[in-house]
C-alpha cells in the first residue's frame, strides 16, 4: 500500500511539473533603482488601512536574465507594482518572467486570472505613456497621472471582477472578504476614467509580470519588435568582435 501511495505521489509530482515550467518563461536579475513619474496616495487593500505608499512607475534596473529575460536589455525598465503587500528589491534578486495572467497574489491567495490580465492589457494599451518613465524631470501632472494608473492597476488586481469596467471606482472598496482597494490622495476621477474606458477590445500593451517570492511583483511592457531586433543585431556584432578578438 505504501508503494502505491508513493507511486501515485511521484506520478502527481511528474505531472505537476510541466505546469511550473510553464508559468516561468525566463528570468531576470533586478533591483528597484528609482521611481519615474509618482506621488504619494493612501491605500485601504491587501492588509493596508490608510496607509501611504508611491504610486507610479518604479524603474528596475536589469543586470541579467535568461530566456525571455533577454527581451529587455540591461538597464533600467519601467514597472507598476502589483503587489501591495510586498516591498520592492533594494538588492538585486532573480525575479520569474511570467504571463500576468499566471500571477499569483500572495495576499489574496489566488492567480491574477485572464480577465483581470486583459484589462490591465488595455489599461495600458490605451493610457500608459512613456515620458511617465523618460528619466527627465517630471511635472506635478505627470507625477498626478502616473500615481491614478497606478491606482487603476491595483484597482484591478485587488477587486473582483465588476459586471462592467464602468463599476470599478478606487474611493469605494467594492470586495467582501481579504480583497477589495480604495485610495484618497489621488485623482481618483482621472483613475476611474481610464477603467472605465476599458471595453475589452481596445488596444492591448503586450505585458508580462516580474514576480519573486518574498518581494514586490512588477508589471512591464515587453520592448517593441524593432527594439528586440536591434539588441539582436547588438548581440551579433559584440560576438563576431569577440570571436576576431580571439582568432
Given at each position: 500500500m505504501?508503494?502505491?501511495?508513493i507511486t ?5 509530482i511528474?505531472?505537476?511539473?510541466p ?17 519615474g ?9 491587501a ?7 508611491n504610486?507610479?512607475?518604479?524603474m ?5 536574465g ?8 540591461n538597464?533600467e525598465i ?12 533594494s538588492?538585486?534578486k532573480?525575479?520569474?518572467v511570467?504571463?500576468?495572467e ?19 492589457r488595455?489599461?495600458?494599451g ?13 511635472s ?9 494608473f497606478?491606482?487603476a492597476?491595483?484597482e484591478?488586481v ?18 467582501i472578504?481579504?480583497?477589495?482597494f480604495?485610495?484618497?490622495?489621488v485623482d481618483?476621477s ?7 474606458q476599458?471595453?475589452g477590445?481596445?488596444?492591448k ?6 514576480t519573486h517570492?518574498g ?5 512591464v ?10 539588441l539582436?543585431i ?9 570571436r576576431?578578438?580571439?582568432?
Open positions: 505504501r508503494t502505491i501511495k501515485f505521489l511521484c506520478v502527481a511528474c505531472l505537476a511539473l505546469c511550473v515550467a510553464k508559468a516561468s518563461l525566463g528570468t531576470v536579475d533586478i533591483h528597484h533603482s528609482g521611481y513619474a509618482k506621488d504619494v496616495l493612501d491605500v485601504w487593500g492588509g493596508y488601512s490608510g496607509t501611504s505608499v504610486g507610479g512607475v518604479y528596475l534596473d536589469k543586470s541579467s535568461t530566456g525571455q529575460g533577454w527581451l529587455w536589455s538597464g519601467p514597472s507598476y507594482c502589483i503587489e501591495l503587500n510586498q516591498n520592492a528589491p538588492t538585486t532573480t525575479y520569474d511570467v504571463m500576468p499566471n500571477v499569483y497574489n500572495s495576499y489574496l491567495g489566488s492567480y491574477l486570472g485572464t480577465t483581470k490580465a486583459d484589462y490591465l488595455e489599461l495600458w490605451r493610457f500608459f505613456l512613456p515620458e511617465w518613465a523618460d528619466g527627465g524631470s517630471y506635478s501632472y505627470e507625477n498626478g497621472q502616473s500615481e491614478a497606478a491606482a492597476v491595483w484591478i485587488y477587486e473582483d471582477v465588476p459586471t462592467l469596467p464602468s463599476y470599478y471606482d478606487v474611493t469605494t472598496d467594492g470586495t472578504g481579504v480583497g477589495g480604495m485610495a484618497d490622495n481618483s482621472l483613475a476611474n476614467y481610464f477603467l472605465s476599458l471595453t477590445f481596445g488596444p500593451a503586450d505585458l508580462r509580470a516580474f517570492q518581494n514586490q511583483d512588477f508589471l511592457e515587453v520592448p517593441e519588435p524593432t527594439t528586440i531586433a536591434l539582436g547588438s548581440g551579433v556584432f559584440s560576438l563576431l568582435r569577440r576576431r578578438k580571439n582568432a
